[in-house]
């Protein structure tokens, strides 16, 4: 299927280049293109395209304003661009909140520098997301998760709810030391709901790997560190893993954890030129398989690809528990798919439903 897109920039030099990038495709075909918010919402009702391009600051609408107003008359998956700014990152997170699919920094350096890198990108996850338009368009455009919660981190208390789909027998509780969530494509509204639904008094140390530039991962960490009752932030060379405490790998490197019992730190290392994902979730995974391999609950999230997987099995045969989202929740059904069909998921849950399982299940 060819993958109908509408560019929206107020860059008329943005747009030009864009769209030559895209028309460079035979997956892909641009149909429109706008240079405010106003006019992308019009020419979507027009055009109908599969895919929008979106530009975050314009003039007349913004990219948010518009995003939300797109999902909330005729739901569409957006592509945003940011700028690699710490506001920048905060709008793009603004902005998948909103109901956007997806964002690719907005670097004009790269895009002058690394032409042919940065279109095979651009292309990829263009096509990828037009051919998962039909779940992204179940999904309306969210409100925040949580608001933000006292410093004192407030104890809550989590109803129980329903698995839909178990593949296997639960093991017990108390069997587990370590959470490990993996994520990508919507993986930053999806931590969202997952974290914000754990307490206070959670009693595991998290560690958490979601496909982020590096000049992003700080930012989100403190988003939803605000958002939560446990603390998370970004995870820092020599770290110790704390219960209640969530650390994110930053963007561009790698997080190993090592040690054992109540002494597992991190071990954050740059990555390798030949590495697809920076960070990785296979390398943190395998990391814990060699030192907690009967005791780690691993959860795989909405995303392109299959990172996780690998280290997902390893942890499986060692005797760990990995769960996996399903379907018709997933932003992309990439990442748990592959565990799905890997054989290896205990549960395939909704992403409503992980919080409660977690809880209960810890």
Known sequence: ?????????????????????????????????AADGREAIKKTQELKPDVITMDIEMPVMDGITSVRRIMAIQPTPILMFSSLTHEGAQSTFSALEAGAVDYLPKDFHELSSKPEEITRILCSRVWSIGNHGSSVKKRPASAPVASTVSATKRTSTVAPSTVKTITSP???????????????????????????????????????????????TEAFANRLNQMSKIEIREAKNGDQLKPGLALLAPGGKQMLIEGRGNMMRVRIQESDPGQNYKPCVDLTFNSIAK??????????????????????????????????????????????MAIAEAGIAEKILPLSEFGTQIVSHV
């Not at 974290?195 to 590096?214: C, D, E, W």
């Open 291 to 336: 030192i907690m391999p009967a005791n780690t609950l691993a959860i795989i999230l909405t995303g392109m690809g299959a990172d996780g997987r690998e280290g997902a099995k390893l942890l499986q045969q060692g005797g760990s528990t990995i769960w996996a989202q399903d379907k018709e929740s997933s932003v992309i059904y990439g990442m748990p």
């Open 1 to 33: 299927m060819t993958v109908k897109v509408l560019v929206v920039d107020d860059s008329g030099f943005f747009r030009r280049r864009v769209i030559e990038m895209l028309n460079g495709d035979s997956r892909i075909e641009v149909v429109g293109q």
């Open 170 to 216: 639960s093991r017990s509780k108390g069997h587990y030391k370590i959470l490990a969530i993996g994520s990508s494509t919507g993986g930053p509204v999806a931590l969202q709901e997952v974290l914000t639904k754990l307490p206070a008094n959670f009693s595991l140390p998290i560690v958490l790997v979601q496909h982020m530039p590096g000049s992003f």
